[in-house]
């Protein structure tokens, strides 16, 4: 990255220098813990403890349903994952227990 790479911050709401945003973002990392507590990482595998219903198509997933090499979104609630046929599946993490 160059001197005049900037990024929005959007908790602050200023405009911070790249090297900056990549400094902060190293200390301020999110912990996200499933429904019993565990801590949560990229990669993991997690199974749901209740049925869902997702928004936008008339599928459900059922309790007891593995989800494999989730990914964490920044927020402490929200895992993003992918599963058969639902682009851009995103759980909150009170839903899902860590394998």
Known sequence: MSDDDYIYDEATG???SAADAGAA???SQ????????NLLADGD???L???????GTSQTL????????IRLTGDD???DCRFEGIKGL???AEFVRKR
Do not use: M
């Open 14 to 16: 200023e405009w911070i």
């Open 25 to 27: 973002g190293a200390t």
């Open 30 to 37: 999110v912990e996200v813990r499933d429904s019993v507590g």
């Open 45 to 47: 595998s997690v199974t």
């Open 49 to 55: 403890i209740k049925d869902l219903k997702v928004k």
């Open 62 to 69: 059922k309790r007891g349903t593995v989800i494999k090499s």
């Open 77 to 79: 609630q929200e895992i």
């Open 90 to 92: 995103v759980l909150r």
